[in-house]
């Protein structure tokens, strides 16, 4: 298993494979140096590695270099690159008719209050690459739109890929459904803690255990299927025209969802990196 | 097994006997993020966490 930090979820995967006598070797994502070159060498890592780097540049670029040296890596670098980047999901969800908000891209100011025109107000301004809701603003109308955009000329060039999105009218929380494989394992409600409108647990959303309906395990199934075999969190909301998927995220977090569900989930990730290792 | 006050809330954080250099280990009582630093010999102790990067999540 590769890390940069060994969080809640990578003690609980340590602790399912002591469980299950299953030898994980631990690297250090920050320790690890590679020659770029040596593509036919595998040595020192395993057949199968579990990339867990909370780094989105640091998992997408060693995972690309584990794969080159023959390593199978869950998840993979092509899903890690089309997952962290939020455009380039919403293009795979678009192209697979997956449902998923009104979204549109634009680089400067002036083009991004156009687009926010079409796609309508309330809106949300999203960084293409980030998490935890860092950054995530609500555009309520022209005035305030125009200000947070401005703000953001200010910053990091990343931040001017002017990526925004229909304000989906949805009660005050989402879904998130684990699909590890071919299977829809767990789901939780995500409900945003009080004075904030985000839902993610990393701002302090409470987690509630969420039955899984046909509607959604058929709905996470095919947007894992679009991506490819993997391990992901599939997140999605509640609309008036049923559900909407907004984000993949390929190292998903589990910490609150385990004692929420009841699922054992790293112990299934560690099942399916298993079988893995026996094909 | 080992434990230290939280800066933050002062409780009591049990610092686990199997725990690794680097594991984030949670305050129970305020949820602060703190890290085990290891020393030489093995000795454990919690120290701030690196500040949150712009690329880190999930």
């Given at each position: 298993m590769l890390y940069d930090q060994l969080r809640p979820e990578e003690r609980l995967l340590i602790d399912a494979a002591r469980k299950k006598s299953i030898k994980l070797q631990l690297y250090d994502a920050g320790q690890t140096y590679l020659n770029?070159?040596?593509?036919?060498c595998r040595e020192p890592f395993e057949a199968v590695v579990l990339q867990r780097s909370v780094s989105f540049f640091r998992s997408v670029h060693l995972t690309a270099l584990l794969e080159s040296r023959g390593v199978n890596v869950i998840n993979s670098s092509r899903i890690a690159s089309m997952c962290g980047n939020k455009l380039l999901a919403t293009l795979e969800l678009a192209k697979a008719k997956i449902p998923t908000p009104r979204t549109a891209i634009a680089f400067s100011v002036e083009s991004a209050i156009k687009a926010l025109l079409e796609v309508g107000y309330p809106a949300v301004l999203k960084p293409v690459i980030g998490s935890?809701?860092?950054?995530?603003?609500?555009?309520?109308d022209p005035e305030s739109a125009r200000a947070i955009l401005e703000d953001r000329e200010?910053?990091?060039?990343?931040?001017?890929?002017y990526y925004v999105q229909e304000m989906i009218q949805r009660p005050s929380r989402d879904i998130r459904c684990f699909v590890i494989g071919d299977s829809a394992v767990a789901a939780i409600y995500r409900y945003a803690p009080a004075d904030e409108w985000r839902t993610n647990t990393a701002r302090g959303g409470r987690v509630e255990s969420c039955k899984i309906t046909q509607e959604m395990e058929d709905l996470a199934l095919k947007t894992a299927n679009v991506f490819g075999e993997g391990i992901y969190g599939v997140d999605m909301m509640e609309s008036d025209k049923g559900l909407t998927i907004h984000e993949v995220n390929y190292t998903t977090e589990f910490r609150n969802s385990v004692p929420a569900t009841g699922i054992d989930i790293p112990g299934l990730i560690l099942d399916f990196a298993v079988r893995k290792v026996r094909k | 097994m080992n434990s230290q006050k939280c800066p933050d809330c002062s409780a009591d954080i049990k610092i686990p006997?199997?725990?690794?250099?680097g594991e984030i280990v949670i305050c129970?009582?305020?949820?602060l993020e703190l890290q085990v630093k290891k020393d030489q010999s093995g000795k454990a102790e919690l120290v701030q966490v690196a500040k949150e990067r712009e690329d880190w999540g999930e």
């Open positions: 770029a070159l040596e593509v036919d935890w809701g860092r950054l995530v603003a609500p555009l309520k200010n910053m990091f060039p990343l931040y001017q890929v | 006997e199997d725990s690794i250099d129970p009582d305020c949820g």
